[in-house]
């Protein structure tokens, strides 16, 4: 990522810059509604995004939140998938239609009204929220919105604009191209920490024009998501409407294999994952957990996030505190809950802090002069706690965790730091 | 517990009213030194505590994290209980004696001293330790203290404020007594959010003069752990140091059966489990969630646990918001990650906030006015987020869900809110 001072700077590179897979069309409009939920309020404002696929066989795949609460279009969005062909996403942000008593058949009407407005199949189109829990969504307004939607075509770059919540600048990541004549890969995002009333939903949109069939997309996808989305954590929790859908057009007329597929996909998703963490509210921080050597690597994904998400680490690091104590004992923490019978062997364990070795052969090796060094180090990875409109790149604090045992590959998570911003955002917005 | 407005006035409660089982004694005395890991600095002040059981045989029973990186008093605790019984606990504050290469040789040491000076068997002696992880214990001036403690005896009210390190105030509980012929139980406890390096430690010493042989003693304090410690969470991580020690001098001369025994240890555990979530620095509201008609209890806490670790929840709860998205949110992550076969039924699930149902039947069932009376009721639940020297007693903010399924008890997990003044302490102590 290019570093950026200015938020149209930012925009204009996205404009300027991103691959734009052939065969896919974006759109976008507002509308303003009342809420049932809140008489008293001003008229909030929504946005209606809608992506396109100009293939009459386009095959899609979908991952959604394993949150047991699902919401209405997670529901609908695993009803519509099992055929393997998707012709667009309807997205609002604002409501997330989560626990209204008529979401299914809200989020129904939507889809539905959408097939009719691009004359496509009612099944292969998906009515995606984000937003408030518990509202119900302005179905009326947004059914009068829909048949205008092809008026109002817009960029990738306003798309992903479009589908933000407390995003503090939209997320946008390719590959393919220019000059390359293979197929291109987009991928649009949103997610942050939450402010609002439980915004936190992550929606990632991967577009290809590679030739792909369903089973292979399908298979990859969880793949790649395994390394990315599905290795951060900003807020602990999985959102009740988490999803991540991937189409693929084919218009390039170039197939592609299993490797070549996941070589093309992996960075985008990674870029996108990492922005996700790097714009959230309240973030000042990007905290890299790296397991090395540790034989079960699933264990290894568990016990880095459990190492992000825990208060304490999280604190020390947004104070610049190389706290290895508590890094320690987070991790002796995660390792009794995830391996209660003891199979991991830390008898070997190595932690480095930016590469600096600060515990080995059960003892730690800091004094106060590396200490000093250590927090100059995550010093010069703080970001700006108000965050811009634009990524402000700063690196990342590494923990690395080196279990020196036989292991096929190095696992990564990501996380954020908790800093005062974090409360503030997310304790204070009604007062 | 009652209600205090001057530290004094709770000291002197304690003093007055606390029931102090026969054969136990209580001795402290503090120390300077110098830190080898902080030449520059100013000298450290420690308190060193002594408990001492007069009678010749005293069962015991202790319980130790599970952290997969236990401090050297966990090792030796572990291997010292071993015979089931204990005469002594020495125990200091301000370091933990946790991964220092010569730990498990000092802890010893200290132990061993501690013996000599009271003329008891050396493996009957615990040396406890909380404080700074990482630096070694000052041993020289602490093993020219120790034969000094005979002189130093104290009340169990100044040997609960000598083991203190981050602890808002000092902590006692007890049951049995005054006017009753029967045995006492006396529990002494510190324990906090953390504030300086890793002072996560919870340590909880229990005394009674009931008879109760070891294997007895060992059960029930599990039975009565589970339900009290081990269902609270502050900073969600469990520490290097946690350690609760059981002893029953038998004075009394009353034997105890196994319903008898807890019923008169259970109370004494809840009112210093609450008081441990209640004393700690940032804690603005104690957050109680009860879990009700769900089959499996240990599942039942595993998900209490994770709604209490919820920073969104914990969160909203600091800004007085009742926001049942969040809390169904993070029930719904809990349950896919503990129970991801989907063995529970959620069909039936009610939520209820201060026992007002906000969700039934899948959707949610608040309104305005409703949310409105319920963050005034947090509001009157919230203590003064710059903590006393006393207990303020606010109540709790209670999260109930009652999955309406066959259950033999139900479940209570004890958990802090985050506040501002939390990241102040965990972040900034530094700068």
Chains 1, 2 share one sequence.
Request: aromatic fraction near 6%; include cysteine; hydrophobic fraction near 40%.
């Amino acid at each position: 990522m290019l570093s950026f001072t200015e938020e149209q700077d930012y925009l204009d590179y996205l404009d300027r810059q991103a691959r734009v897979p052939r065969g896919f069309r974006f759109y976008r409009r507002s509308i303003t509604f009342n809420a049932a939920e809140r008489p008293g309020d001003e008229a909030y404002r929504m946005n209606l995004s809608y992506l396109h696929s100009d293939a009459v066989e386009t095959p899609a795949a979908v991952m959604t939140t394993t949150n047991r609460f699902p919401g209405a279009p997670v529901i609908l969005a695993r009803e519509r998938i099992a055929a393997g062909h998707l012709r667009g996403v309807l997205v609002n942000n604002k409501v997330a239609n989560v626990g209204a008593e008529t979401g299914l058949a809200d989020a129904r009407r939507l889809a539905d009204c959408t097939a009719h407005t691009f004359a496509v199949p009612e099944r292969q189109i998906l009515s995606v929220s984000t937003g408030v829990i518990g509202w119900r969504l302005p179905v009326n307004e947004m059914e009068s919105a829909i048949p205008r939607l092809p008026d109002s075509p817009c960029s990738p770059r306003e798309f992903s604009q479009a589908i933000m919540t407390t995003d503090r600048y939209p997320k946008l990541a390719w590959s393919g191209g220019p000059g390359e004549p293979g197929p291109v890969m987009l991928g649009a995002a949103k997610g942050a920490g939450m402010v609002e009333p439980n915004l936190a939903t992550m929606l990632v949109f991967f577009l290809t024009d590679a030739v792909v069939p369903p089973v292979l997309l399908d298979r990859v996808q969880r793949r790649v998501v395994n390394r990315s989305f599905n290795a951060l954590s900003v807020d602990g929790d999985q959102s009740t409407s988490d999803m991540v859908v991937a189409m693929a057009g084919g218009a390039s007329g170039v197939e592609l294999n299993e490797r070549d597929l996941e070589t093309l996909w992996q960075p985008v998703a990674d870029a996108l994952a990492l922005e996700i963490v790097r714009n959230g509210e309240g973030t000042s921080h990007v905290i890299e957990v790296i397991i090395r050597g540790c034989p079960d690597a699933s264990l290894a994904r568990k016990l880095g996030r459990h190492v992000v998400d825990s208060p304490l680490v999280k604190t020390a690091i947004s104070g610049n505190d190389p706290n290895v104590g508590r890094i320690l004992g987070a991790l002796g923490d995660g390792l009794s809950r995830f391996d209660p019978e003891g199979r991991i062997d830390t008898s070997r364990l190595t932690i480095a802090l930016a590469e600096r070795v600060v515990y080995r052969d059960g003892s730690f090796v800091l004094n106060q002069e590396s200490e000093r060094i250590l927090a100059g180090t995550f010093q010069a990875a703080a970001m700006d706690p108000v965050l811009k409109g634009y990524p402000q790149d700063r690196g990342t604090v590494p923990i690395i965790f080196d279990f020196r045992g036989e292991a096929r590959e190095s696992v990564r998570v990501l996380g954020s730091d908790l800093s005062h911003e974090y409360i503030r955002v997310n304790a204070d917005y009604r007062t």
